[in-house]
Every structure is written in structure tokens, then in C-alpha cells.
């Protein structure tokens, strides 16, 4: 029964319709933003293309570039990582918090970490984590997980943000000013920074000719966090790797265009070496990545920049909410990244979607997004996690449109029904006709006019 | 086995034939034109959000400064000798000492057209913070130097060796809530740049 | 030139007009046009399910249906779409490329073979084009506007010339109308509310009709103003260039 799950989810957000047109345009806004964005630059195919190629280049050659990278890093006096997978990754960060007796640490946006549930985890273990990232931070206030990749509290109203923000710091009551709300987060986040003794961000791209890194924000938060900071952890995952560092000239110019219409992000800040008497260190995680490497049809998935821009354009995922997906990543890479994870879990996912291919035509690295959905849900079907009935249902269908006469007969008794017994149909246990009509009953089929009309075919 | 060997057995049993690197040719096929480019910076980093002035001298920027700010009692930090008449140098070791700046100049190496973005990196400036701590922060940009593309600007620093550097476009800024633009989120309220 | 028409299941049944309308606007052009009286389905609702494994039935059924013409054509973007995509047979692989690679969407086939530039008909009415996903991204019939390049658009190229009509502008003019095959029943609270929402841009900027190359896009969206008791009506886009005075 798992196909039902993020259809029932989404019901669920859709009984508020006011709510689900308003996720819905504010979306919408940002594909328009990222469309006139887009547009403005002659060569954007050319820039898509290349990417994508470049992408697909680092792939194929990842065993060499992940120890380039490594090589490159060290000698700049970072200090590596590997971890094959989440518990690994989160292991790792709480030794290095545990010898230097670290119990607060600040951290900005980092899906990966999400992925891993580091923040859970560092809990349990006595130490606090703060995001700072004001959508990321607004979601912890609330003790949600983000709906979105670039706009984590895009499900959020600002009065319900307003409400938050009292009772956690203080703000006063009825205020939904975003002007001040965002001052209140600015006065509260910056005793943060100046007090925490570890910071943690992710990676956008890591260069392997020279050992650095490159992490975008428009707030400042990654920075503000990492140079008050003693340790600065990055997390990233092996796919971030890009081969030169004249290639993100490319990804620079897509990356933010695609994600917000901005022409870039305030800040693309460069790490390549330690401050002075600073330690940085690099985790390279995997968990799942080069499996999914090894899945022909879905490798491509490992191409993205994160840039949401196929959530912003999905007409579901508009109309669904992020939280509808019950994914680390949501909207349309969420639903090819997931099953890699847990096939079992998200095999709701790739049929979340009309396969209507607007997500991959925004897509800045081309990943064929629709055809993954279509080609997962293949995948799930045969791996056994498909609803039993619509199996059953599916193969009397097949069977009755492979033979002609037995076609014929449904059909016409289709038809029959509609025009004699229409309460067979008509009735709350068809979901199509919930809200919509079924078709008018034509006198006779296409096929039986032909036979009558054009008879030297007959 | 470690999770080193094993990640890069399994990425290397995983890869795909190897795929060619394209050329980039095509993109540095653009017309140079500085009185362009600068044209097409000042309006874009203006979009963004940031101020910009045409200056001929320091001085002219000392008195716009003093012109927008009351500076009176106020931190202002710089590196460039310039500015010794109203700002200090930062020399110390602990850079949390840095929270009450005001007002932070600092030089740049170019600037890019197509975003409005400056790049700058630690071969002008020794602490990585001056770029995110102030309230209120300015560039100096000399009018030649600015590219039209990213390209272009990756040309210039393909070689470069630095310990940081950072492409700074705008105010800090955010939109989490609800979309609404606010200037100001974690770092500057503000980015000045005065074109020299 | 040899031409076999393609008519999908669901407008076999349901929407016999528009597939009079695609033979008699083939038959105009000069057209030998044949009916292969066995065809079923192209097995697209059993792939997009998952259940691609189970269309062999209907492939085989396909090729032996349409082999040996020149074209087949069919009032249908999605049903051409995975003809041409997913079509295989094991007994006949050079039948099956073959058809593959000369099945048309009715819309394309005026365009681009027939290269048709005028139609003797008149539909003095305000018309919405309703641009089916597989249609639009999936067989290039207009340009995306997700894309960096220059505009066209094959169904407007034909409409144009169909004396009387006013193409009305939309809000978003290719998004998906939430019909999406067993979508359309299996996530229906947002396949109705993505169907309502692409209505209503039609209806906001004045539309008297919604037109389109996808019957199924066109069900789907009738059904809802059906039930709205709405004026606006459907026509498949075959029907308008057939004549069209309704």
C-alpha cells in the first residue's frame, strides 16, 4: 500500500485550498523569477550542456578525482575524511567535538547532514546544535524538518513564523513583520556565532586541481559561523566534486539563477586553506552515492547542484507541500534520490508526478529527471513494493488491450454501463468522479462508425 | 579495509566509462568592453542592492562615508592606508573583538558585470571576518578592473593561490520568510562601492 | 501515400468526433487513409504504471496492426509519444523501428509532412490552447518556456489559419493539467486541484473553448467544468481545423 502514501499526505495539505494556491504562487513567483533570469543569457542551453558534461566527465573519472581532491586538500593543511556512510559521518564529527570538548556547535545549510540526522544524533550525545540559516533555524524552532532545499520554511506563513519567534525569542506578540523578525534572528544568531567554538557547513563544490571548496550563501551565515569558529567541519558528499576550478564559472552562473532568479548568491566563499591557527576538516561521505553510481539508468541523479529549481516548477510538488514527500529531499530529484535510499520507504515517490518533464528542462545539468521517475517506477514494480491489487488490475488490463476482441467487448460494456447503470460508476468510490464528470456516452465507438461509413476498408 | 579503500573500490566498481572533459572555448567568445562592463556592473550590483559611487579620489570617499554615516564614536576598520584619517587597522588575534565595527573598507581585486559580484582574497586582507562582521561595508574598485563574465573572472584567478577568497555581491541578504526581501540578515546591512 | 490512423483507446470509446475529424482532415489532404480495425491500445497506461513488462501483448498487437504503411498518425501527443519511445517487438525489430519512426501526432504530421498552409474553416470563438505535456516536451510541438530559445508554436501555426478565432493568452502557458494517466485517480486530490487551477487561467482570460492535441489532457479537464456546470467547452484541435462551426 505504499504508492498511496504521499497521495494521502497531499490530501491532506489540499483540504486547506486557500493555503495549497498560496504555496503554489509563491513558487510559481520564483519560477518566473528563475525564468527571466534564465533568459538573459544568450548562451544558457550552451551553459546547461556543458555542465551536464562536465558533471558527467567528473562521474566517470570520480576514483581519480576523489584522491586528487584528497592530495590537493591536504596540502593545504585540511584535514580528510572518509566515511562510508551516515553513522560513519556523524561519528566522526563527535570525536572531533569530544576532543576538543565541544558541547555547542553552529552549523549552516547542509542537506547531507540532514540526510544523516546529525543533528539528532549529536543531541542524544549532549551537544547542541544550532542552524543558522534563518529558514533552517525556523524549522528547528518548530521542530520540523526543512519542506524545501533552498526555502526550508516556504510551507510557513510569517504569522505562524511570528508566533515562533515569540515564544522563542521574544519578539512581541501578533508581530509578523518580516523586517523584524528577520533583526530579531540577526541579534539572536549573532550571539550565536560569536560564541561557538565549532562550525559545520556543507560544500556546493569541491575543486579537485586545488584541494578547496566553495560554499554559497545569501546570508553570511556559513561564514559568520566558520570564522569565529576554532574547527570548521565540512560535509560533503563524493559527488560534489568538479575537476578544475575554472569550471565553476559555469556552475556559478547556473547554480543561483536556477535556484532564485538571483544572478548569484551574495556570498561564493572560497576555502582552500585554514585560517591561521584554525583547523579545517573535509568529510567525504558516500552512504548510498556510489551505489547509486553503479544504477546505470539513475546515475545522472548524482549530477545535481541542488538548486531546486524542478521543486519550484513541479506542478505537485506546488500543490503537495515539501512535507508530503516524508524525504530528506523533496520535489522531483527527492523522488529519484530517494529509492536509492530506501526503495520501500519512497516507492510512493516516483509516482508522485504527472511525468509532464518540466523538471528537466529547468534542470542547470540537464539530469533527465521525468525519465528516472518513469524508469524507478519500473524498478519498484518488478522489486515487489507495488500495491498487490493494482497488480492484479494492471494485468487484466494488459491482457484485455492485447487481444482485439476482448478490447472490444470492454469497451463497449464500458459504455453500456455509463449510459444504463452510471451508478456503477458515479459514486464516491471513483476517485475520478469525486470532482469531476465522466465523459458523455457517444452512440457508438470510433471503430463501430468506421466500419458503417468507410466500407471498402471493412 | 578502511572507509577510504572502500568507498574508492566501490566508486571505481561503479563509474561509468570515462566521458570527455568539453572545451570552454565557446564561452570566452565575448567582446571586451571595459566602458560596457562597468556600466553593466554598476547597474546590476545596484539591483541587488548595493550603493555605488563614481570617485576620483580617497578623499572624495572619505566624505561620501562621513556623508551617510554618523561615524562619531563608531569602529571603522581598514586595511589600505587611505583611510588612516577615520579608520583603524585591525592587527589583533582575536577577531570576536571585531563586534562592534561599524563600518569595514576594503580593497578589491575585480568585479564582475554579468552579477555584480567583487571578488577579493586574502592576498588584500589578513582576517576572513571583515567581510561578514561589520554592519556596514565598503569596496574600493578600481574602474578598469572589471570583467564581464564568470569566465572571465575564473580566468583571472585559474592560477591564483589563496588561502580564501570570496566572490561578495550585495548585502547580506534573505528571503526566508514568506519571500519578503530583507537586507541585513547575518551580515553587512549594507555594501557600498566606490568606483576609483 | 499510405496512411494508417492511430486512434488511441480512450477516443475510440469516448471521443469518436475527434477521430472523424483527424480521418476526414487526413482524407482532404490527399491521403490513402486505412483503419486498421484491431488496434487496441499503445499500452501506455500499464508502462507509466510501472508495469512496462506487460505490454507486450499490446506492442505485438501494435506492429501487427501498423506495419507496412508509410505514416501513422493519431489525434494524440502522450499515445504517440510512448509509440515512439517505448514501441519494441522481438518477432519484427525492424517493423517496430520503423514505426516507430513514422508515427505521428496529428498536429506535427499538417506541419511537417503535409506541410499544410490553409484550412476552410471558420470557429468565431475564443479558444485557450491547452499545450499537453507529452505533446510539448515529450514531441516539440511548441517551444518550452522553461527554455532559453526561440518561440514557436506548430498548434498555433495551424489555428491561425482558421478563419474567425481568438487564440486568448494565458498566466502559465504550458503547465501540466494534472491528468497524468493513473495519476489522475491515484493522487486526485492534486491531479483535481492542478486540473481546476488550469481551467481557471482559461476561463480567467475569457476562453469559450480549450482546445488541444490531447484528448485525455481535454477529458480530464471537462470532467471538472462538467461539474462546475461551466459553459466553456472542450474541442480536440482536430475538430476546429475540420471545419469546425459548431
Known amino acids: 500500500m505504499k504508492v498511496a502514501d504521499h497521495a494521502q499526505r497531499a490530501k491532506e495539505f489540499n483540504k486547506d485550498e486557500k493555503r495549497v494556491d498560496w504555496h503554489d504562487e509563491t513558487l510559481w513567483f520564483i519560477r518566473q523569477k528563475r525564468d527571466r533570469a534564465s533568459h538573459n543569457i544568450p548562451q544558457w542551453e550552451e551553459l546547461r550542456n556543458t555542465a551536464s558534461q562536465i558533471k558527467n566527465h567528473t562521474l566517470s573519472n570520480l576514483h581519480h578525482y576523489l584522491q586528487e581532491f584528497e592530495r590537493n586538500a591536504q596540502a593545504n593543511g585540511v584535514t580528510i575524511h572518509w566515511a562510508a556512510n551516515a553513522e560513519e559521518h556523524n561519528n566522526i564529527i563527535l570525536k572531533l567535538l569530544q576532543e576538543r570538548n565541544i558541547s555547542q556547535m553552529v552549523k549552516s545549510k547542509s542537506m547531507l547532514t540532514e540526510e544523516c540526522h546529525l543533528n539528532d544524533f549529536l543531541g542524544d550525545h549532549g551537544i547542541e546544535v544550532i542552524d543558522s540559516d534563518l529558514g533552517e533555524r525556523i524549522v528547528q524552532l518548530a521542530k520540523e524538518p526543512p519542506s524545501h532545499i533552498v526555502l526550508p520554511c516556504i510551507h510557513k506563513k510569517k504569522e505562524e513564523i511570528g508566533e515562533l519567534f515569540h515564544e522563542h525569542l521574544g519578539t512581541p506578540k501578533g508581530s509578523a513583520d518580516p523586517q523584524l523578525l528577520t533583526e530579531a534572528a540577526r541579534q539572536s544568531l549573532r550571539n550565536v556565532f560569536l560564541t561557538r567554538k565549532a562550525a559545520l557547513t556543507g560544500v556546493n563544490f569541491a575543486i579537485a586541481e586545488t584541494g578547496e571548496f566553495v560554499v554559497c550563501t545569501n546570508e553570511g551565515n556559513a561564514d559568520m559561523g566558520v570564522h569565529l569558529a576554532d574547527i570548521h567541519i565540512a560535509s560533503m558528499g563524493i559527488e560534489k566534486l568538479i575537476p578544475q576550478r575554472r569550471h565553476l564559472g559555469l556552475f556559478l552562473r547556473l547554480l543561483t539563477r536556477s535556484a532564485t532568479g538571483q544572478p548569484i548568491t551574495t556570498y561564493s566563499s572560497h576555502f582552500a586553506k585554514p585560517a591561521k591557527g584554525k583547523a579545517m576538516h573535509i568529510i567525504l561521505v558516500d552512504n548510498g552515492r556510489s551505489r547509486q553510481l553503479g544504477r546505470p539508468d539513475f546515475r545522472a541523479s548524482l549530477k545535481c547542484i541542488r538548486c531546486s529549481a524542478c521543486f519550484n516548477t513541479c506542478p505537485v510538488y506546488r500543490r503537495s507541500g515539501g512535507h508530503s514527500y516524508n524525504a530528506v529531499i523533496a520535489g522531483p530529484i527527492g523522488s529519484i534520490l530517494s529509492p536509492n535510499f530506501d526503495m520501500k520507504k519512497h516507492a510512493d515517490l516516483p509516482f508522485a508526478s504527472t511525468l509532464c518533464g518540466s523538471c528537466s528542462n529547468v534542470c542547470p545539468v540537464k539530469i533527465d529527471i521525468h525519465d528516472q521517475l518513469y524508469k524507478w517506477r519500473q524498478v519498484i514494480v518488478q522489486e515487489g513494493y507495488a500495491d498487490p491489487k493494482k497488480t492484479v488490475a494492471m494485468q487484466v488490463m494488459a491482457k484485455t488491450l492485447a487481444s482485439p476482441t476482448m478490447y472490444r467487448i470492454a469497451g463497449k460494456a464500458a459504455r453500456t454501463t455509463l449510459k444504463y447503470a452510471p451508478f456503477v460508476v458515479n459514486n464516491k468510490l471513483n476517485a475520478w468522479y469525486l470532482h469531476r464528470d465522466m465523459p458523455e456516452v457517444p452512440k457508438s465507438s470510433f471503430g463501430e462508425w468506421y466500419s458503417k461509413n468507410r466500407k471498402n476498408n471493412d | ?196 | 501515400m499510405k496512411v494508417a490512423l492511430f486512434i488511441p483507446c480512450y477516443v475510440d470509446q469516448f471521443f469518436p468526433n475527434a477521430a472523424i475529424a483527424t480521418l476526414q482532415l487526413l482524407e482532404k489532404y490527399g491521403c490513402d487513409v486505412t483503419y486498421p480495425k484491431n488496434q487496441t491500445c499503445c499500452g501506455q497506461p500499464m508502462a507509466n504504471s510501472g508495469y512496462a513488462h506487460l505490454t507486450g501483448g499490446c506492442d505485438r498487437n501494435f506492429v501487427d496492426n501498423f506495419k507496412g504503411f508509410d505514416y501513422i498518425v493519431a489525434p494524440s501527443g502522450s499515445c504517440v509519444l510512448h509509440v515512439k519511445d517505448h514501441l519494441h517487438d522481438e518477432r519484427f525489430p525492424e517493423e517496430a523501428a520503423k514505426i516507430r519512426a513514422t508515427t505521428y501526432e496529428l498536429v506535427t504530421f499538417l506541419t511537417d509532412v503535409l506541410k499544410v498552409e490553409s484550412f476552410d474553416a471558420s470557429f468565431p470563438h475564443k479558444v485557450g490552447i491547452h499545450q499537453s505535456c507529452h505533446g510539448l516536451r515529450g514531441l516539440k510541438l511548441a517551444q518550452m518556456s522553461e527554455l532559453t530559445a526561440a518561440p514557436f508554436s506548430k498548434p498555433v501555426h495551424l489555428l491561425n489559419m482558421v478563419s474567425g478565432i481568438e487564440l486568448i493568452d494565458l498566466g502559465r502557458v504550458d503547465e501540466c493539467c494534472g491528468f497524468g494517466g493513473t495519476f489522475c485517480v491515484a493522487e486526485e486530490a492534486v491531479s483535481v486541484k492542478m486540473g481546476k487551477d488550469r481551467v481557471a487561467d482559461h476561463t480567467l482570460h475569457g476562453a469559450e473553448y480549450i482546445t488541444g492535441v490531447d484528448m485525455s489532457c481535454l477529458m480530464h479537464m471537462e470532467g471538472l467544468l462538467h461539474r462546475d456546470n461551466s459553459a466553456v467547452k472542450v474541442i480536440h484541435i482536430a475538430e476546429i481545423l475540420n471545419g469546425g462551426v459548431r
Request: charge should be negative; include cysteine; proline fraction near 4%.
Open chain 2, 1 to 196: 579495509m578502511t572507509s577510504k579503500e572502500q568507498i574508492l573500490a566501490a566508486v571505481k566498481a561503479s563509474q561509468p566509462d570515462l566521458k570527455e572533459l568539453p572545451s570552454l572555448d565557446f564561452f570566452y567568445q565575448d567582446n571586451l568592453n571595459q566602458d560596457e562592463d562597468l556600466a553593466q556592473f554598476i547597474e546590476t550590483v545596484e539591483f541587488i542592492g548595493a550603493k555605488t559611487y563614481r570617485v576620483n579620489s580617497y578623499e572624495e570617499i572619505i566624505a561620501q562615508l562621513q556623508q551617510d554615516f554618523d561615524l562619531k564614536g563608531k569602529r571603522v576598520i581598514s586595511p589600505l592606508n587611505e583611510f588612516s584619517t577615520i579608520a583603524e587597522k585591525y592587527t589583533g588575534a582575536d577577531n570576536h573583538t571585531l563586534a562592534d565595527a561599524e563600518l569595514i573598507i576594503l580593497p578589491t581585486h575585480f568585479a564582475v558585470a554579468e552579477n555584480g559580484a567583487c571578488w577579493i582574497d586574502d592576498h588584500l586582507f589578513d582576517e576572513r571576518l571583515m567581510l561578514f562582521i561589520p554592519q556596514h561595508l565598503a569596496f574600493v574598485l578600481k574602474k578598469e578592473e572589471v570583467v564581464p563574465t564568470m569566465h572571465r573572472a575564473y580566468e583571472r584567478i585559474a592560477g591564483k593561490s589563496y588561502g580564501y577568497g570570496a566572490f561578495v555581491a550585495g548585502p547580506s541578504k534573505t528571503a526566508d520568510i514568506e519571500q519578503s526581501l530583507v537586507l541585513g540578515a547575518h551580515g553587512p546591512r549594507s555594501l557600498r562601492v566606490f568606483i576609483i
